[in-house]
Nanobody
């Protein structure tokens, strides 16, 4: 059974930093992409960043230059380093991985940025 677990969320002041982690277990095939999404209260889930198996990355305009996505392929783990956090970054952050054509989602970790 594949499990995706996020951690590292919390309460931080605007301008601060947090590092989110994503740990994937039980997957038997290579992870193609690892993606972070977020969902703020009352809003739709939005894409934040993607990292491909080869290391290429993509970022939403709203986080580019502030967030850095990384992964350790051999360990099936990944991080989302978030710097210069803004109040509008407040959301539940989800990690999604695609392996062998299937998507696996974590339960999310809450990030709250106080203004």
């Amino acid at each position: 059974q594949v499990q995706v677990v996020e951690s590292g969320g919390g309460l931080v002041q605007a301008g601060g930093s947090l590092n989110l982690s994503c740990v994937v277990s039980g997957v038997t095939s290579s992870i193609n992409v690892m993606v972070w999404y977020r969902q703020a209260p009352g809003k739709q889930r939005e894409w934040v960043a993607t990292i491909h198996s080869g290391g290429a990355t993509d970022y939403a305009v709203s986080v580019k230059g502030r967030f850095t996505i990384s992964r350790a392929n051999a360990k099936n783990t990944g991080d989302l380093q978030m710097n210069s956090l803004k109040f509008e970054d407040t959301a539940v952050y989800f990690c999604m991985v695609n392996a062998a054509g299937y998507e696996y989602w974590g339960q999310g970790t809450q990030v709250t940025v106080s203004s």
